[in-house]
């Protein structure tokens, strides 16, 4: 008897489908942390008008009011064009842009004569409105790289412009016209960032692959890594002849950066670091203005030996040594003693002085998660200048906080640079409001279901 086949084993049913997960927004979040960053700098602006007047500000409310709906707006806009964004990323942005406001007008009662608050509160609001504008009209942050030569054009021009102007405290730095006055080299940080991350997106893997290899590195071939080699110099020359050298470090870090990722070669930080060497003896060597503050570093407290009285880095490690642990508290603090550069380059000496250790952790930690969600949102990307852009921006501005942390603290030599979003310096403040906008651009494409490593599955933050 032979056995049928009529009786087959019936086909098991297939597994039930695992319901998809979809990113989470989280943009209630943003709008809960945004309110919380509103109240502390609220918060921060009437306990500078008890301690130095003795009342609440007249203007605490309009202040508060005025913070609201400029973070109000800039939240709509998020949520309306880039839902998928890092909800971290504008909540930061707000409060470290709110606190600088209070630092400026602390500052500012400290000098009746030189009040910048008011102007601080303007290029505050114009850097909302372009970060909205940004967040608005570009729908995708590839449409950049297709205008890299027209941002890197942009870029030059704007970095030889105030050669054509009168130089202000030894500086060549800004165009004034009819007495408004913007520093370019502010704008063309961001247009060299978007420059170098498409040209190195383009040619990563020539650059990677080619070339003669010495010793440990591979080096490109001078045809892929000529042209990004040139625009740099150029960039940094001129910046050098026009005495902006912490942007002229900005730019070599960021092109070492960019470079290291874009090749993915330990081999170039190693690169980086002996040629700043090298470059900043020899600017120390030709630079009378470099050497003198290369000299102030080294001897912080010689003029005061000397019978001429602290200079500005000494009153800024007095600050810091005044303010101790919890710091004498908004308004009772005299970094005002500092003198000139008081409410820009050495605006992190009051903060040091009047919130102490604990106010200067915190501000640092802010720094570092707006930087580490801004790597973050790069590593997630699939594309290669997505991922290159948000690293030159979150680089920038890590560089910037360390260039400016490391000299008012003289772990290096002072360089003249805006600390982001806590400084007085109207072009500053704006492009920081512009870098957050691409970062909230490329976030969004990182977390939501279109783009991104993660299939559109949700990753935790």
């Not at 090298?278 to 080294?298: C, I, K, M, Q, Y």
Request: hydrophobic share 55%; with cysteine; aromatic share 8%.
């Amino acid at each position: 008897m032979s056995a049928t086949v009529t009786d087959a084993p019936p086909t098991p049913p297939p597994p039930p489908s695992s319901p998809s997960v979809r990113p989470a927004k989280r943009r209630g979040v943003e709008l809960a942390l945004i309110l919380v960053a509103a109240l502390i700098c609220v918060f921060g602006y009437v306990v500078v008008g008890v301690a130095v007047r003795g009342g609440v500000p007249h203007d605490a409310s309009r202040y508060g009011t005025g913070l609201g709906v400029l973070a109000l707006a800039a939240h709509l806009a998020v949520r309306l064009r880039a839902p998928y964004a890092d909800p971290l990323l504008l909540p930061i942005a707000v409060l470290l842009n709110g606190l600088g406001l209070v630092l400026i007008y602390r500052l500012d009662l400290a000098t009746p004569g030189d009040r910048a608050a008011p102007a601080q509160l303007v290029w505050s609001a114009l850097g909302v409105a372009l970060f909205t504008a940004v967040v608005l009209l570009l729908r995708d942050h590839r449409v950049l790289q297709r205008y890299a030569y027209v941002f890197v054009a942009a870029a030059l021009a704007l970095l030889i412009a105030p050669i054509f102007f009168p130089p202000i405290n030894g500086a060549t730095l800004w165009v004034r016209v009819a007495g408004f006055s913007i520093q370019p080299g502010e704008f063309a940080k961001v247009a060299l960032a978007v420059f170098f991350a498409a040209y190195l997106a383009a040619n990563h893997h020539a650059l990677a692959y080619t070339g003669r290899r010495v010793w440990r590195l591979q080096l490109p071939t001078g045809r892929v890594l000529g042209p990004i080699v040139a625009i740099w110099l150029i960039s940094v020359g001129v910046l050098v002849l026009e005495h902006d050298l912490g942007t002229s470090i900005l730019f070599f870090g960021l092109f070492v950066i960019l470079l290291y990722v874009a090749t993915g070669r330990t081999g170039w930080i190693a690169v980086g670091l002996v040629l700043a060497a090298f470059g900043a003896a020899a600017v120390t060597s030709f630079e009378p203005h470099v050497g003198a503050r290369v000299h102030d570093w080294l001897h912080p407290f010689a003029s005061i030996e000397a019978g001429d009285g602290a200079n500005q880095l000494a009153e800024s490690l007095f600050a810091f040594a005044a303010g101790g642990v919890l710091g004498t508290g908004l308004g009772e603090g005299h970094s005002a003693l500092i003198g000139f550069a008081l409410k820009s380059d050495f605006i992190l000496a009051t903060v040091g002085e009047e919130l102490g250790l604990a106010g200067l952790s915190a501000v640092f930690l802010l720094y570092a998660l707006l930087v580490a969600r801004g790597f973050r949102a790069g590593l997630r990307l699939s594309d290669p200048f997505g991922r290159l852009l948000a690293v030159a921006l979150a680089s920038i501005l890590a560089l910037q906080v360390f260039v400016i942390s490391g000299g008012v603290t003289g772990l290096i030599p002072l360089t003249g640079m805006a600390l982001p979003f806590l400084a007085q310096g109207g072009s500053s403040v704006v492009t920081n409001w512009i870098i957050v906008a691409l970062l909230i651009r490329v976030s969004d494409r990182a977390r939501g279901p279109q783009g991104g490593d993660t299939g559109g599955q949700e990753v935790p933050d």
